[in-house]
């Protein structure tokens, strides 16, 4: 089992960036994909991006492609989501997930077995 923390989330202007960070515990990290969702309310939790066990192999959702950066550090049991150019349609709470895997990289909610309890991250115009 691993435990997830994040942090990093906070109120910024369009155009502002943020880092988002997701601290693991537990097992050991690099065996686990890790994604990034996040959730507005009144929506269902969305895809942003994951991430391979190697940090080799990355997706993203369309709606974020080019502003969004995903990465992990396996020596620190840390993953990071680097928010560029943000919009106030990124409002939501943002959560990592973990998956036990080094061939699979979920791009749904139900691909992971593990979750943050998610950190919030409020755009203004």
């Known amino acids: 089992q691993v435990q997830l923390v994040e942090s990093g989330g906070g109120l910024v202007q369009a155009g502002d960036s943020l880092r988002l960070s997701c601290a693991a515990s537990?097992?050991?990290?690099?065996?686990?994909?890790m994604g990034w969702f996040r959730q507005a309310p009144g929506k269902e939790r969305e895809f942003v991006a994951a991430?391979?066990?190697?940090?080799?192999?990355?997706y993203y959702a369309d709606s974020v492609k080019g502003r969004f950066t995903i990465s992990r550090d396996n020596t620190k049991n840390t993953g990071n989501l680097q928010l560029n150019s943000l919009k106030p349609g990124d409002t939501a709470v943002y959560y990592c997930a973990a998956r036990p895997s080094t061939t699979v990289v979920p791009r749904t909610p139900e691909g992971y077995r593990y979750w943050g309890q998610g950190t919030q991250v409020t755009v203004s115009s």
């Open positions: 537990g097992r050991t990290f690099s065996n686990y994909a």
């Open positions: 991430i391979s066990w190697s940090g080799i192999s990355t």
